[in-house]
């Protein structure tokens, strides 16, 4: 079967929070220039499903050493040092020999969630021609230096790449 990215990270989302499946939503509020809330988006539940919390807490150790040292997307995380995540990897084959017919490649996936303790955000990356999976956990790992850029500057972490560098100055 076939998911979109943002199916994906509401079922990571599901999963490591025990069961209770929310409508997706890209953010949580909508602001005028000025700072002002004009919208706030509010959770909204759409089913619960009874997952035991041992289950969950297998799920989420198994996901944690996908990002830990001797993952595989352990390269892209290893100078995050502020927060424990959790992700899985994936490589997706379009089609056996594809870059020798099509010059194509693999697609490249990774689905995670931040932070391991109580996650907040469940992210989902494709990247079309990415190859491995741990080619997009850099993605996920910068979409979390965005969302906690004021609890991590609060932390004095410094990202890696200098793109996001000049966000948190």
Partial sequence: DNFTPMQMAGYIAT????GTRYKAHLTDK????????????KPE???????????VDDIKEGMRGVTGDEGTAAQAF???????TGGKTGTATFKQDSEKYLGRTDYSWFVGF??????????????FDGGYGANAAPVAKAVY??????????????????????LYK
């Fill in 30 to 41: 909508i602001m005028d220039a000025e700072g002002n809330v004009i919208q706030q988006i």
């Fill in 145 to 166: 230096e965005a969302y906690f850029m004021d609890q991590f500057k609060k932390q004095n972490y410094v990202p890696d790449e200098p793109y996001m560098q000049e």
């Fill in 45 to 55: 539940v759409l089913s619960k499903a009874n997952f035991s919390q041992a289950n």
């Fill in 78 to 84: 290893q100078n995050f040092t502020v927060m424990s």
């Fill in 114 to 127: 931040a932070p391991y303790d109580k996650p907040e955000i469940s992210v989902s990356v494709v990247i």
């Fill in 15 to 18: 999963l490591v929070n025990g």
